[in-house]
């Protein structure tokens, strides 16, 4: 009997949903023009790259002048704090968290280390929440730019971003926010929370690795990140990834429609979360339960190390993670964690599982039926049991 797949690990990279891959197929084999063409071929993919760009826009309420397609979630973080961060100049301050993606953290930690910028990281509490007080006292130093992501990778915990954007615009400075683990998960409303800056990916929400995203609201100022070419308002060059960008806006659209069902993701993830509580002890969750996407849970497994425990997952066809994709074959607990100051020997069992629309009721029964065999076989090989 095969080994069933069981994909709990859709924080690190999502299905293309069935939907996305037809909307893509005519643009490898009859519609394969270069959109800056001038002759008609061209001229009608260029027109479907636009219809394509409203769309996107649409997910975000954003103007499609607004969009810049991009090639993933990084390129399209470093393309905001690197413009954004070169117009400011030395003289500014670039105020970030903690818990940031490692596509935040290195750019912000190379304008520190390469070119002397002041770079303030942000700390949070044992519940992964932003220190507000922290940051309004630093906003008071001067021009900024501030970079927080809207929910975190590994958590799912939300800042709250319409209390900082208001902060960050009274004192004036420039705010990016890295919604990569966000977008299609929970509303944004730019012109609601306004942002200045706002980068996803569409491999996170069931469209191909490959294609970004960053909103760019008009009148901010950034420096070009890519030149060579006229594409995309000037903001990027090089040639439009067409089939991506047609993939990512019919995404754009399935998740708009599905935005209404977070709530059934959110209670297979309880139920998950309350299976594994009631049957695994020494265990908690990591991370604000009351502020989080509806399918991130982070779980520590108390003096047991994560990797093992994905290994012996991974045999039973159950993918899930123990941090960031982007940070995985490291030892050392998540950065995350440990700025939430988790203790060392949980910080060490902390396990990430993210649902998607695709996840079943008895997928999370099969998950459960395992786990607290898993768990009580390691702390039996424990070092850290007595």
Not at 296 to 324: V, W
Request: glycine fraction near 8%.
């Amino acid at each position: 009997m095969s080994t069933p797949l069981v994909y709990l690990d859709n924080n690190a990279t999502t299905a293309v949903a069935p939907e996305v891959i037809a909307a893509m197929q005519p643009y490898f084999t009859t519609k394969w023009g270069n959109p800056s063409s001038m002759h008609r071929f061209g001229g009608e993919v260029m027109r479907d790259v636009e219809e394509a760009r409203a769309r996107v826009a649409a997910l975000i309420n954003a103007d499609p002048s607004e969009i810049v397609f991009t090639s993933c979630g990084t390129e399209s973080n470093n393309m905001a704090i690197y413009g954004a961060a070169e117009i400011l100049g030395p003289a500014a301050t670039i105020i970030t968290s903690r818990v940031e993606h490692p596509a935040v953290l290195g750019p912000c930690r190379h304008f520190h280390d390469d070119h002397g910028y002041r770079v303030v990281e942000i700390g949070v509490d044992g519940g992964g929440l932003l220190d507000l007080d922290h940051l309004r006292r630093e906003l008071q130093s001067g021009p900024a730019l501030v970079s927080l992501m809207w929910a975190n990778n590994e958590t799912g915990v939300l800042f709250p971003m319409e209390e900082i954007a208001r902060m960050v615009k009274a004192a004036g400075a420039v705010l990016h926010t890295d919604a990569v683990q966000a977008a299609g998960k929970v509303p944004i409303d730019v012109r609601r929370v306004p942002v200045d800056l706002l980068s996803f990916a569409g491999h996170k929400l069931h469209a191909p690795k490959g294609i970004g995203v960053l909103y760019i609201r008009r009148g901010t100022r950034l420096k070009t990140y890519m030149v060579g070419g006229h594409q995309e308002h000037g903001r990027r060059g090089g040639t439009e990834n067409v089939p991506y960008i047609a993939g990512l806006a019919r995404a754009c659209d399935l998740a708009r429609e599905h935005l209404a069902e977070s709530d059934t993701v959110a209670i297979l993830r309880d139920r998950l979360e309350k299976g594994l509580l009631e049957s695994c002890p020494d265990t908690s969750v990591n991370g604000d339960r009351a502020h989080r996407v509806p399918n991130t849970t982070n779980i520590s497994f108390a003096l047991i190390e994560g990797e093992a425990i994905l290994y012996h997952l991974s045999d039973l066809g159950i993918c899930a993670s123990s941090g960031s994709a982007c940070s995985s074959g490291s030892l050392e607990p998540s950065h995350v964690i440990r700025a939430m100051g988790i203790p060392f020997t949980a910080a060490h069992g902390s396990i990430r599982f993210s649902l998607s629309r695709y996840t079943t009721a008895r997928e999370i029964d099969y998950v459960l039926e395992h786990m607290p065999r898993i768990v009580a076989k390691l702390r039996a090989m424990s070092p850290f049991v007595r």
